[in-house]
């Protein structure tokens, strides 16, 4: 069918804007569209404009940089966005599809653009542009609050680990505080029991030469009661003392301390003793119970070593479970552990028949070690020897 | 070495000759631009084609912000591709910005190089209370809000998809034929690095002999500018052509082949 299309008509009056520009930009030609578009009369624009004149200075680098070029090398060129300046000056945002029209050997002849109105897109994508913009901000924020939370929580949990911590020792505390209670009325109840029988005894009897007697039973038991009331005082200013400032300690050199103050026993008992600190030379612990710790286990090697042979006594260090052990070695008297092993470390024991043995040594050792956070234990075999261990600081399981 | 240039660049080399001649683009596009001029040199001139890191096939992961953050930066690039390639008395040819690369690059190495060319350089693009420039600063933020809104060809959300993707072969395609089709992001950023630059002082560093190309209409880098350029390099020389526009080797590469053949002989 025939339709009788004119051609030129239907060019002036396409729906969107179309310009021919020579090869150095001059417009030759355009539709009414165009005209309207940008608000110029055809006798303003036609052999009088060119295509960079629709541009603002930003838009004519794009134009010269990259437009340009593309066109020139590939012949043709789609979707470029510009704003186009109206007459007034005013600008307006454009997509532009552009074609070089070549004659038959190829020459350049006309550029053909075709320009379209993109103002409600333009709102319509600086919209979206500013809720993208807004999201990431938003998602940033909630990075941060995120963080912040994660980072509570972590403060949160180590606060948590204290205060077990300050529980563990509470509980040791309240552990001490009860085996002292307890101890305090064992010991105490005996003399005391003594006084209040003598005193009966006293009352009763009205011979003077007994009541002489008498009262010099009570001061006996006056002496006991008081000693053993003045070991107690020490036990409870050691168990008070928990935390307690730790020293850095050389044990090699705290050995050498206490070998000189034992000097003259040592002479006299002929013992031959050995350290070897090497595995463990050094640790943190209060240099005061060490001293002690070591003065007191060493002292009671010496005076509980066999009398039919040379006492040897060692002491060493050693890592083991990532705990530091201490540990005395000596080929002494031992001790029957199945008769006294559960009374060895309380107060006012004592299983050989010693002159100097008082038998509260043992009792403040463990107190000691028991007060820095370690423990100790013996293994021993009557007449083969005895051997303490202590750990230093236990591991928290 | 050298291949791990060659990817990093998209380094093509073309005729024979003792002689180098390194043509390196300015901004906006690819080493396609010379297209035009390469065959005319071919049988007298090796010919070295770059792209810049950051423009056409150049490795876009060897873009460092950082180091790309100052023309030094490409000069470097240069000066290694040279090295690499043993390339002695080369004439380099530099459009736009690559005018002010060269130039640092001469300054480093002058013994490197025998000629300069530079096509359309401009030293600074923003003018300042006596330089004219030809921009103010608000142009150069309108530029960087048009290329903002032109991807061509690219997306944001594709342009990963497209850049490791075997599965969308057309894509890869169609960017293979595209011209000028550079990374947004990194277009953005060379382009404030290029029209925010200031290289005035380095001109009366250089030594080399140089021939300043200008079209006599350019409005990216005005004849004005091309004077500037001129007096202020002490061995140069300035050929204005009867072109428009701010790439003559492109809409007039007969004139600017003309030139620069004069220059050379």
């Keep these: 069918m025939n339709y009788s299309i004119d051609y030129k008509e239907l060019y002036n009056t396409s729906p969107s804007g179309y310009f021919c520009s020579l090869p150095d930009g001059t417009i030759v030609d355009s539709n009414k569209k165009f005209l309207e578009l940008t608000n110029y009369t055809r006798e303003e624009v036609i052999g009088e404009k060119n295509f960079t004149d629709f541009l603002s200075l930003g838009g004519k680098i794009y134009f010269e940089n990259v437009y340009a070029p593309a066109l020139k090398l590939s012949g043709t060129i789609e979707e470029i966005n510009f704003n186009f300046i109206k007459k007034d000056g005013s600008a307006f945002p454009v997509l532009i599809n552009s074609v070089e029209v070549k004659d038959t050997e190829g020459l350049h002849l006309f550029t053909q653009s075709a320009v379209f109105n993109i103002s409600q897109r333009k709102k319509y994508e600086q919209e979206l542009l500013i809720a993208k913009t807004k999201a990431n901000a938003l998602s940033n924020e909630l990075k941060e609050v995120n963080k912040e939370l994660h980072n509570r929580a972590e403060l949160i949990l180590k606060q948590k680990l204290q205060l077990e911590e300050f529980n563990h020792h509470l509980e040791n505390k309240n552990r001490q505080l009860s085996s002292f209670a307890h101890i305090a009325s064992h010991n105490l109840r005996a003399p005391v029991s003594n006084l209040v029988a003598l005193k009966d005894f006293y009352n009763e009897n009205i011979d003077l030469e007994d009541k002489a007697m008498l009262f010099s039973k009570v001061e006996i038991v006056i002496g006991h009661l008081d000693e053993t009331l003045n070991e107690l005082i020490e036990s409870v200013k050691i168990q008070g003392n928990k935390d307690i400032i730790h020293d850095s300690i050389i044990f090699e050199a705290v050995f050498d301390k206490t070998l000189a103050i034992l000097d003259t026993q040592i002479l006299v008992s002929k013992a031959v003793i050995t350290s070897d600190f090497s595995e463990v030379p050094i640790a943190s612990y209060p240099k005061l119970y060490i001293e002690s710790i070591l003065l007191n286990l060493l002292s009671n090697a010496i005076r509980y070593s066999a009398p039919d042979r040379i006492p040897r006594i060692h002491f060493y260090t050693e890592m083991k479970n990532n705990e530091i052990l201490l540990i005395a070695k000596d080929n002494g008297l031992g001790i029957d552990l199945k008769k006294h092993g559960h009374k060895l470390f309380g107060l006012n024991n004592t299983f050989h028949r010693h002159p100097d043995s008082k038998g509260v040594g043992l009792f403040m050792t463990k107190t000691q070690i028991e007060a820095v956070g370690g423990a100790i234990t013996v293994e021993s075999e009557v007449d083969k020897g005895t051997t303490f261990n202590i750990i230093l600081k236990k591991n928290r399981k | ?265």
């Excluded at chain 2, 090796?46 to 790309?68: F, H, P």
């Excluded at chain 2, 925010?196 to 200008?214: A, P």
């Design chain 2, 1 to 265: 070495m050298l291949q791990k240039l060659v990817a990093r660049n998209n380094i093509t080399i073309q005729g024979t000759g003792s002689k180098s001649m390194f043509l390196v683009h300015g901004y906006g596009c690819d080493q396609n631009m010379w297209r035009y001029i390469t065959p005319q040199f071919k049988e007298d001139y090796r010919i070295i084609l770059i792209d810049l890191v950051g423009s056409g096939k150049s490795d876009e992961n060897a873009y460092d912000y950082d180091k790309y953050s100052s023309l030094e930066g490409y000069a470097d690039d240069i000066i290694e591709i040279c090295d690499a390639l043993n390339a002695k008395d080369v004439c380099f040819v530099g459009h736009s910005v690559s005018a002010m690369i060269g130039v640092l690059a001469a300054i480093k190495r002058p013994t490197l190089f025998e000629k300069l060319i530079m096509i359309g350089p401009s030293p600074r693009y923003i003018n300042d209370a006596v330089y004219f420039g030809g921009f103010s600063q608000n142009d150069i933020d309108d530029l960087m809000e048009t290329l903002d809104s032109n991807y061509l060809g690219w997306s944001s959300a594709m342009a990963p998809v497209i850049m490791g993707n075997s599965d969308r072969p057309e894509l890869a395609a169609e960017l293979e034929e595209s011209f000028c089709q550079n990374n947004p992001e990194i277009a953005k950023h060379f382009a404030k690095v290029t029209f925010q630059g200031d290289n005035r002082s380095d001109l009366s560093k250089l030594t080399t002999d140089t021939l300043i190309i200008q079209s006599k209409e350019d409005a990216i880098a005005s004849v004005k500018v091309g004077q500037y350029v001129h007096e202020n390099i002490a061995n140069s020389k300035l050929e204005i052509l009867e072109t428009t526009g701010h790439c003559p080797h492109l809409s007039g590469p007969n004139q600017t082949i003309e030139a620069m053949k004069k220059y050379l002989i």
